[in-house]
DNA sequence: TCAAGGATCATTGTATCCAATCTGGCCATG
DNA sequence: CATGGCCAGATTGGATACAATGATCCTTGA
């Protein structure tokens, strides 16, 4: 119990299947990984210093968390979203994180608020950076979602998230139109949870995340395809 | 050119991973494979005639998809569900599938509403056998979801019913509560759509869906882990 | 010049093989 | 009699090997 702690392995506590999984979803999210890009198995697993067997693994998993697409003995791509699939993401977030707000308006307490209010005022001041403007507004999301009380439907709020977050990064690159009214946007997210109200609170978020302009998110989404 | 190969037909169009994905998901779905049963990989390649890798990635993603769970090293178990996370998915169809109902409210016409008229008598017709009731069901629900112009919502909304079948399957077996007042239900639903206010639609179909006693459904649910 | 057809190559899908890990039972020891 | 370590079988995770499919490009004939 003392000496095997650490083993030699080349990745500590990390299946290969999960390396892959989490490298691939980083380049996804970041935008590393275009839309559209046909990603080879073979060429990832040399990258990463594993096989095929668990790249592939990782792949499937993507293709069914929406990431990738995988053609029939044709590999798989980037999934490359158009307008309307970014607006079905954004349209379905809506709904589920607006239903999450109505438990939070009921159990949220003063430190959650107080929480809330740091992580508004954080991304006020990352309005200037990209990365660190969506770092900041997942941290504001995700704070409120922690008093979400329903794992499962935090995780897929998550998940759409993170699939439509390429888009948002491309759209924050060119035009700020979408940060301009953000801290204003958000606070009002927050008031309307303080005021305890579930339907309110409800109704709040679904307008908050409805409001995005889905057309500037789908500026280069489709049209790119391999 | 028989008995000597029993792996004949390269199964036509069907790869081996997506055969058993299919057979995974119906028995999983069907009840036959329980939750908390400990799939081995092995097993289910003789069974199928397949080698296991195509199997392992089928298990990857039925993981994913929630319907298996992966442990570390350990293998794969049927995910066995507990009363709340029962009712965490009954709340998320709910509040996806009322949505849905809020756009078909919209959309639906004469015709798409006799087609649910009709399949409201199919299911009134069925109540009497387990399997036919659910077939019923589902195609009650799929036929309104039908004129719901939003295929990854509704995908996800289909993924939720059948993740659960295989407990409300259980219930049905034991206890008729459940479809006692599914004829009116169901008829109201349709009322509800054919008002084409997007609230009421909305409002009912939540309403319907979360009507259900999560507790008759968890009966089995857990405990029975290997 | 250009299109049709086939050879070649890259890549995927599947099978088999090996190492690492877990499980359970057996035996020694206190 | 209880406890703990150790060995054996089973099973998983991963790597390599092989077959099959699709893509590419080059030849060849009009």
């Not at 029939?72 to 309307?84: E, Q």
């Amino acid at each position: 119990m003392d000496v095997a702690t650490e083993r030699q392995r080349p990745d500590p506590g990390q299946s290969a299947q999960a390396l892959a999984h989490r490298y691939l979803v980083d380049e996804i999210r970041s935008g590393r990984l275009a839309g559209g890009t046909h990603v080879v198995a073979d060429k990832v697993a040399q990258t990463l210093g594993v096989s095929r067997m668990p790249v592939r693994e990782a792949i499937r998993q993507l293709a069914s968390e929406g990431f990738m697409t995988i053609r029939s003995n044709r590999g798989a791509v980037v999934t490359s979203l158009g307008r309307d699939e970014i607006a079905e993401l954004y349209e379905m977030r809506a709904v589920l994180e607006a239903f999450a707000m109505r438990l939070v308006a009921e159990r949220i307490d003063r430190q959650g608020l107080d929480e809330a209010e740091i992580a508004l005022q954080r991304l006020d001041r990352a309005r200037a950076d990209v990365d660190w403007f969506i770092t900041a507004h997942d941290q504001f999301h995700d704070v409120l979602l922690d008093y979400c009380p329903r794992p499962r439907l935090v995780e897929e709020i998550r998940r759409i998230r993170h699939a439509t977050e390429p888009y948002l990064r491309m759209t924050l690159r060119v035009s700020s139109t979408a940060i301009r009214n953000t801290t204003r946007e958000h606070a009002e997210v927050i008031e309307q949870i303080r005021s305890r109200d579930p339907d309110v609170a409800e109704a709040g978020m679904r307008e908050h995340i409805l409001r995005i302009d889905v057309d500037e998110l789908s500026v280069r989404g489709s049209g790119k395809d391999d």
